[in-house]
C-alpha cells in the first residue's frame, strides 16, 4: 500500500511517505494512477533539496532571479583568470568537503559548461562606489551551465563567493561529506558592493586569552558575512598578549596572572601573528592591532615598572579594575620603549592603522610625578588632559614614519591632533561631529547599539554578561545607523562604518566564565559565540546594504534560514525565543499565537505556569489559556540546544531577587524637583526581628527617583532611620537602605517614611521591595 501526503510549508511542497508495500494485484486503472503518484511523489521528493532560497545576508544591491539553476557535480570545473588563484582554492576548500566532489581549479579555460568562472572586471567596475568601495564590489551570474563571478579586484571576488555559498543548501558550510544533498543553485543575476568600507569586529584577547585557533575561526565567522576589519584588543590592565623580542618580560610576566593553580593566560608568538595576518588577508580582513596608551597598560608596567610614574612593581590584576598606574608621560625612555614595541609591532602587522586606545586615562600619578610636572611646566600648558593631547601627538608622529594611522576611542578626538585620525565613537555621539568638522574619520561603535559583551535580554537564565547597559537585541543592533542623524551629508565620506565589541572583563569579574582546563570544553569560545551571532548578522546588513534597502521584517525573515548553516558551520549561537504574533483575549482567556524564527525548529510549550522544556508538547497551532501567566514556550532546535523562554512575567517578576513588594510610586506621589514623603505601609512585610533591606526601582518616567533618606516607624514611633543619598532612573547607584528591627511585636503596625524627590518633574515611576537579610 502507498500513502502519499503533501503539505504545504512556507509554500514550498514537501512529501510524507509511509509505508511503501506494493499489493500483488492491481487492476490498470489502479496501476496507471499508482504510477502517476509514484512518479509525482519522486519528482517532489527529489526536489526537496534542489536550492537554497535566496535569503542572503548582508541584502545585495540587486538581486533578479533569472529562472535557471545550476547544479554542482563531480565534474563542475573550477576556472580563474590571472590573479585570482587563492579566491579559486578557498573557494574550491569551501565547497569541496560537503559534497565530497574533487573539482578541477585550473586557469586553462577547457569547458563552456558546468563551470564556476572567477574573473576581474576588465570594462570598469560592476558598480559605481567610491574608490574604497568600489573594490569589494562583485557581480555574480548563475544559469544553467556557467557561474560568473566578477569583481574588482580579488576582494570582490572572494565576497561574489560568499553569496554564492549563502545560495546553495546550508549544509554546504558541514566539514564533513553530505551524501544525500542535491546541490542545486537558483538562477540569479546579483550585482553588490558595501556602503561603508569599515565592518569590523573587535575581539578582546587582552581581558582573557583567546588562543590561535579561535582566532582563525572568528575570521572565518566575519569572513561569511563580508566583515573585513579585525580589531585586535591585544593590551590592557589585564594582560599583554604580543611577543615583542626585545622586551621578553612583556610575555613572560606580562601575559600571566594569578598564583599557582590560579594562574592564566597566554600570548601570541610572531610566528602566530604571521599566521593569523595571513589566513585573514586571504579573506580580505585587516587586522588592526591595538596597544594601549596612555591608560590600560598595568600588564606592561608590571613587567617594565619604570614605565610609570612610581616605578613600583605591580601584579598583573586577577579581578577587573580601571588602574591608575599609567605611563609616564614625563620620561623620554616611555617613548623610547613605544617606538621599540610599534616598530616592531609594524613588522607584523601589514595594515595601514594602528589602535592606540587613549580611554579612560585617570591622571593622578601625572599630578604628583616630578618628571610630569616637568613636562607639563615646559609645555606650557594647564592641566593634564592636554598632556594626554601631547602624548597622542608624540604617539601619531612616531607611526607616521610607518605610513600609518591612529586609531584611537573617541577621548582621542581632541584640539591638536595635527594628522588625520579616525575616532571610534563608543558612549559620546557628538564626538562624530566634533570629529568631521577638524577633519577626521569615525567609526560607529555606540554603547547601545554594538557593545556585544551585553547580553541580548534580561530574561531570568541569559548568559552572565555586562550589566552597565541596556540589552541589545538583534533587532537593536539591526537598528544602527552610521550616518548619525543630525550630522551634514557632506561628511559622509568620513564615517568609515562600523565595528561591534566583545569585551572579555566579564571572564575577571570572578570566575563564573573561566575555562575548567583539565576537561578542554572551550566554554570560552562557545560563550563569545553566543554573544556574537546571530548579532554580527544584523551589524554585517547595517554595514553593507545601503539604508534605504534595510528593512527589519526582511532580515528577521532571511534570518531564519541562517542558523542551520552556524550549526553546519560548527559556529555557536543565540537561539532565539518563539516570536509572539498575538495574544488576543476572548472569551474563555487568552489565545497566543507563535512562529518560530529558526527554519526547521520546533516550538514546546506549556500551560501550567511551569517553564516549557524540550519534552514540553510540541507548538502546532494557537493555544487558549485563561491567563497569560500560565503559559510558556521555547524554541527547541534539538533537545541540547534550545532557547530561553517566552513567558508573561507578572508586572515586577525581574525584581524578585529583592524581596516582597511593599508600595509603588507613580507622579503623583511624587512632588517634582522639591523633597516629599512616600509614605509605604510595610506591615506584614516586617513580620519578625532581624536585619531588612529596602530597595527601590525605577520603571518608567522621565525622571530618576532621588531619595534622601528612609525612616521605620513601629506604631508610630520611629524605630530606625537610614540617611544617605540615593537614587533609581536608567541606572542606580545607593538605591537600598538598610534598618534593624530588634522589638517585633505581633499585630504591630510598620510604617516607612522615604523622603524622595524627581530629577526633573515628577514624571517618574517605580517599586519598592523588601527583604530580610
Given at each position: 500500500?502507498?500513502?502519499?501526503?503533501?503539505?504545504?510549508?512556507?509554500?514550498?511542497?514537501?512529501?510524507?511517505?509511509?509505508?511503501?508495500?506494493?499489493?500483488?494485484?492491481?487492476?490498470?486503472?489502479?496501476?496507471?494512477?499508482?504510477?502517476?503518484?509514484?512518479?509525482?511523489?519522486?519528482?517532489?521528493?527529489?526536489?526537496?533539496?534542489?536550492?537554497?532560497?535566496?535569503?542572503?545576508?548582508?541584502?545585495?544591491?540587486?538581486?533578479?532571479?533569472?529562472?535557471?539553476?545550476?547544479?554542482?557535480?563531480?565534474?563542475?570545473?573550477?576556472?580563474?583568470?590571472?590573479?585570482?588563484?587563492?579566491?579559486?582554492?578557498?573557494?574550491?576548500?569551501?565547497?569541496?568537503?560537503?559534497?565530497?566532489?574533487?573539482?578541477?581549479?585550473?586557469?586553462?579555460?577547457?569547458?563552456?559548461?558546468?563551470?564556476?568562472?572567477?574573473?576581474?572586471?576588465?570594462?570598469?567596475?560592476?558598480?559605481?562606489?567610491?574608490?574604497?568601495?568600489?573594490?569589494?564590489?562583485?557581480?555574480?551570474?548563475?544559469?544553467?551551465?556557467?557561474?560568473?563571478?566578477?569583481?574588482?579586484?580579488?576582494?570582490?571576488?572572494?565576497?561574489?563567493?560568499?553569496?554564492?555559498?549563502?545560495?546553495?543548501?546550508?549544509?554546504?558550510?558541514?566539514?564533513?561529506?553530505?551524501?544525500?544533498?542535491?546541490?542545486?543553485?537558483?538562477?540569479?543575476?546579483?550585482?553588490?558592493?558595501?556602503?561603508?568600507?569599515?565592518?569590523?569586529?573587535?575581539?578582546?584577547?587582552?581581558?582573557?586569552?583567546?588562543?590561535?585557533?579561535?582566532?582563525?575561526?572568528?575570521?572565518?565567522?566575519?569572513?561569511?558575512?563580508?566583515?573585513?576589519?579585525?580589531?585586535?584588543?591585544?593590551?590592557?590592565?589585564?594582560?599583554?598578549?604580543?611577543?615583542?623580542?626585545?622586551?621578553?618580560?612583556?610575555?613572560?610576566?606580562?601575559?600571566?596572572?594569578?598564583?599557582?593553580?590560579?594562574?592564566?593566560?597566554?600570548?601570541?608568538?610572531?610566528?602566530?601573528?604571521?599566521?593569523?595576518?595571513?589566513?585573514?588577508?586571504?579573506?580580505?580582513?585587516?587586522?588592526?592591532?591595538?596597544?594601549?596608551?596612555?591608560?590600560?597598560?598595568?600588564?606592561?608596567?608590571?613587567?617594565?615598572?619604570?614605565?610609570?610614574?612610581?616605578?613600583?612593581?605591580?601584579?598583573?590584576?586577577?579581578?577587573?579594575?580601571?588602574?591608575?598606574?599609567?605611563?609616564?608621560?614625563?620620561?623620554?625612555?616611555?617613548?623610547?620603549?613605544?617606538?621599540?614595541?610599534?616598530?616592531?609591532?609594524?613588522?607584523?602587522?601589514?595594515?595601514?592603522?594602528?589602535?592606540?586606545?587613549?580611554?579612560?586615562?585617570?591622571?593622578?600619578?601625572?599630578?604628583?610625578?616630578?618628571?610630569?610636572?616637568?613636562?607639563?611646566?615646559?609645555?606650557?600648558?594647564?592641566?593634564?588632559?592636554?598632556?594626554?593631547?601631547?602624548?597622542?601627538?608624540?604617539?601619531?608622529?612616531?607611526?607616521?614614519?610607518y605610513g600609518k594611522t591612529i586609531v584611537g576611542w573617541d577621548e582621542i578626538i581632541e584640539d591638536g591632533l595635527k594628522?588625520?585620525?579616525?575616532?571610534?565613537?563608543?558612549?559620546?555621539?557628538?564626538?562624530?561631529?566634533?570629529?568631521?568638522?577638524?577633519?577626521?574619520?569615525?567609526?560607529?561603535?555606540?554603547?547601545?547599539?554594538?557593545?556585544?559583551?551585553?547580553?541580548?535580554?534580561?530574561?531570568?537564565?541569559?548568559?552572565?554578561?555586562?550589566?552597565?547597559?541596556?540589552?541589545?537585541?538583534?533587532?537593536?543592533?539591526?537598528?544602527?545607523?552610521?550616518?548619525?542623524?543630525?550630522?551634514?551629508?557632506?561628511?559622509?565620506?568620513?564615517?568609515?562604518?562600523?565595528?561591534?565589541?566583545?569585551?572579555?572583563?566579564?571572564?575577571?569579574?570572578?570566575?563564573?566564565?573561566?575555562?575548567?582546563?583539565?576537561?578542554?570544553?572551550?566554554?570560552?569560545?562557545?560563550?563569545?559565540?553566543?554573544?556574537?551571532?546571530?548579532?554580527?548578522?544584523?551589524?554585517?546588513?547595517?554595514?553593507?546594504?545601503?539604508?534605504?534597502?534595510?528593512?527589519?521584517?526582511?532580515?528577521?525573515?532571511?534570518?531564519?534560514?541562517?542558523?542551520?548553516?552556524?550549526?553546519?558551520?560548527?559556529?555557536?549561537?543565540?537561539?532565539?525565543?518563539?516570536?509572539?504574533?498575538?495574544?488576543?483575549?476572548?472569551?474563555?482567556?487568552?489565545?497566543?499565537?507563535?512562529?518560530?524564527?529558526?527554519?526547521?525548529?520546533?516550538?514546546?510549550?506549556?500551560?501550567?505556569?511551569?517553564?516549557?522544556?524540550?519534552?514540553?508538547?510540541?507548538?502546532?497551532?494557537?493555544?487558549?489559556?485563561?491567563?497569560?501567566?500560565?503559559?510558556?514556550?521555547?524554541?527547541?532546535?534539538?533537545?541540547?540546544?534550545?532557547?530561553?523562554?517566552?513567558?508573561?512575567?507578572?508586572?515586577?517578576?525581574?525584581?524578585?531577587?529583592?524581596?516582597?513588594?511593599?508600595?509603588?510610586?507613580?507622579?503623583?506621589?511624587?512632588?517634582?524637583?522639591?523633597?516629599?514623603?512616600?509614605?509605604?505601609?510595610?506591615?506584614?512585610?516586617?513580620?519578625?526581628?532581624?536585619e531588612y533591606v529596602l530597595s527601590f526601582w525605577y520603571t518608567e518616567g522621565h525622571s530618576r527617583l532621588e531619595i534622601?533618606?528612609?525612616?521605620?516607624?513601629?506604631?508610630?514611633?520611629?524605630?530606625?532611620?537610614?540617611?544617605?543619598?540615593?537614587?533609581?532612573?536608567?541606572?542606580?547607584?545607593?538605591?537600598?537602605?538598610?534598618?534593624?528591627?530588634?522589638?517585633?511585636?505581633?499585630?504591630?503596625?510598620?510604617?516607612?517614611?522615604?523622603?524622595?524627590?524627581?530629577?526633573?518633574?515628577?514624571?517618574?515611576?517605580?517599586?519598592?521591595?523588601?527583604?530580610?537579610?
Amino acid at each position: 500500500m502507498i500513502n502519499i501526503v503533501l503539505r504545504d510549508q512556507s509554500k514550498n511542497f514537501v512529501p510524507e511517505v509511509k509505508n511503501l508495500n506494493t499489493q500483488p494485484k492491481l487492476n490498470i486503472t489502479m496501476k496507471t494512477r499508482l504510477t502517476k503518484w509514484v512518479m509525482l511523489g519522486v519528482l517532489l521528493i527529489s526536489a526537496l533539496p534542489m536550492y537554497a532560497q535566496l535569503n542572503i545576508i548582508p541584502l545585495p544591491a540587486s538581486i533578479k532571479e533569472n529562472g535557471a539553476s545550476f547544479t554542482l557535480n563531480s565534474q563542475t570545473k573550477i576556472y580563474y583568470e590571472k590573479g585570482l588563484k587563492q579566491q579559486a582554492e578557498l573557494l574550491y576548500s569551501a565547497l569541496s568537503p560537503a559534497t565530497g566532489f574533487n573539482f578541477e581549479v585550473t586557469d586553462q579555460k577547457k569547458a563552456v559548461k558546468n563551470i564556476i568562472v572567477l574573473k576581474v572586471s576588465k570594462g570598469g567596475a560592476p558598480m559605481a562606489k567610491t574608490d574604497a568601495l568600489n573594490k569589494e564590489s562583485y557581480k555574480l551570474s548563475v544559469k544553467n551551465d556557467v557561474i560568473t563571478i566578477e569583481g574588482t579586484s580579488p576582494a570582490g571576488v572572494f565576497y561574489g563567493a560568499q553569496t554564492l555559498l549563502q545560495m546553495l543548501p546550508a549544509e554546504i558550510y558541514n566539514k564533513q561529506l553530505q551524501r544525500k544533498t542535491i546541490w542545486k543553485i537558483k538562477g540569479a543575476e546579483i550585482a553588490d558592493a558595501p556602503s561603508y568600507e569599515w565592518r569590523g569586529m573587535m575581539l578582546d584577547v587582552a581581558r582573557y586569552f583567546f588562543g590561535k585557533h579561535f582566532v582563525l575561526k572568528f575570521i572565518d565567522m566575519m569572513a561569511m558575512y563580508k566583515m573585513n576589519v579585525l580589531h585586535f584588543h591585544l593590551t590592557d590592565d589585564a594582560g599583554w598578549r604580543l611577543e615583542i623580542k626585545k622586551y621578553p618580560k612583556l610575555t613572560s610576566v606580562g601575559a600571566w596572572r594569578g598564583e599557582g593553580a590560579e594562574r592564566t593566560g597566554g600570548y601570541y608568538t610572531q610566528e602566530d601573528i604571521k599566521e593569523i595576518v595571513a589566513y585573514a588577508t586571504a579573506r580580505n580582513v585587516d587586522v588592526i592591532p591595538e596597544i594601549e596608551v596612555p591608560a590600560h597598560a598595568l600588564a606592561s608596567i608590571a613587567a617594565y615598572p619604570d614605565l610609570c610614574c612610581t616605578g613600583e612593581q605591580y601584579t598583573v590584576q586577577t579581578q577587573h579594575s580601571i588602574s591608575k598606574e599609567i605611563y609616564c608621560v614625563g620620561k623620554e625612555s616611555t617613548f623610547d620603549f613605544l617606538a621599540d614595541v610599534f616598530k616592531e609591532t609594524f613588522a607584523l602587522f601589514p595594515s595601514k592603522y594602528i589602535h592606540i586606545g587613549g580611554d579612560e586615562a585617570q591622571y593622578d600619578r601625572w599630578k604628583t610625578c616630578p618628571h610630569c610636572q616637568k613636562r607639563k611646566q615646559e609645555l606650557g600648558v594647564k592641566t593634564e588632559k592636554e598632556m594626554q593631547v601631547y602624548f597622542n601627538q608624540r604617539i601619531q608622529k612616531m607611526v607616521k614614519g610607518y605610513g600609518k594611522t591612529i586609531v584611537g576611542w573617541d577621548e582621542i578626538i581632541e584640539d591638536g591632533l595635527k594628522d588625520k585620525a579616525v575616532g571610534m565613537i563608543w558612549h559620546d555621539q557628538k564626538k562624530a561631529f566634533k570629529a568631521s568638522e577638524a577633519g577626521h574619520y569615525s567609526v560607529m561603535a555606540l554603547t547601545g547599539y554594538c557593545y556585544f559583551d551585553v547580553a541580548e535580554s534580561n530574561i531570568p537564565g541569559e548568559v552572565k554578561a555586562a550589566t552597565w547597559l541596556q540589552p541589545i537585541s538583534l533587532e537593536k543592533a539591526y537598528q544602527l545607523n552610521p550616518m548619525l542623524e543630525g550630522l551634514d551629508p557632506k561628511y559622509r565620506p568620513q564615517i568609515l562604518g562600523a565595528e561591534a565589541t566583545l569585551w572579555s572583563d566579564q571572564f575577571i569579574h570572578g570566575t563564573v566564565l573561566q575555562e575548567i582546563a583539565p576537561i578542554n570544553e572551550d566554554r570560552s569560545e562557545k560563550y563569545f559565540e553566543y554573544l556574537t551571532f546571530p548579532r554580527m548578522s544584523a551589524l554585517a546588513e547595517v554595514c553593507w546594504t545601503a539604508h534605504e534597502k534595510q528593512a527589519w521584517p526582511d532580515f528577521e525573515k532571511r534570518i531564519r534560514t541562517h542558523y542551520k548553516r552556524y550549526d553546519n558551520a560548527g559556529f555557536g549561537y543565540r537561539v532565539p525565543l518563539p516570536k509572539l504574533i498575538s495574544n488576543e483575549k476572548g472569551a474563555n482567556g487568552f489565545t497566543i499565537k507563535l512562529e518560530s524564527d529558526v527554519e526547521g525548529a520546533q516550538i514546546r510549550y506549556t500551560t501550567d505556569g511551569t517553564r516549557a522544556n524540550v519534552y514540553s508538547p510540541v507548538y502546532t497551532q494557537a493555544v487558549t489559556v485563561p491567563k497569560l501567566s500560565d503559559f510558556s514556550a521555547i524554541t527547541v532546535v534539538n533537545r541540547n540546544q534550545y532557547s530561553l523562554p517566552l513567558y508573561f512575567p507578572e508586572k515586577y517578576d525581574k525584581f524578585k531577587k529583592y524581596g516582597a513588594l511593599v508600595a509603588e510610586w507613580k507622579p503623583s506621589a511624587i512632588k517634582g524637583k522639591d523633597f516629599g514623603t512616600l509614605e509605604m505601609n510595610a506591615t506584614g512585610k516586617i513580620n519578625e526581628n532581624g536585619e531588612y533591606v529596602l530597595s527601590f526601582w525605577y520603571t518608567e518616567g522621565h525622571s530618576r527617583l532621588e531619595i534622601k533618606s528612609v525612616e521605620l516607624y513601629k506604631n508610630g514611633v520611629k524605630i530606625a532611620e537610614d540617611v544617605h543619598d540615593g537614587y533609581t532612573g536608567s541606572s542606580q547607584e545607593n538605591n537600598q537602605y538598610k534598618f534593624k528591627v530588634d522589638a517585633y511585636e505581633t499585630g504591630a503596625a510598620f510604617t516607612l517614611k522615604a523622603v524622595v524627590r524627581g530629577d526633573v518633574d515628577n514624571d517618574s515611576n517605580g517599586a519598592v521591595f523588601i527583604k530580610k537579610q
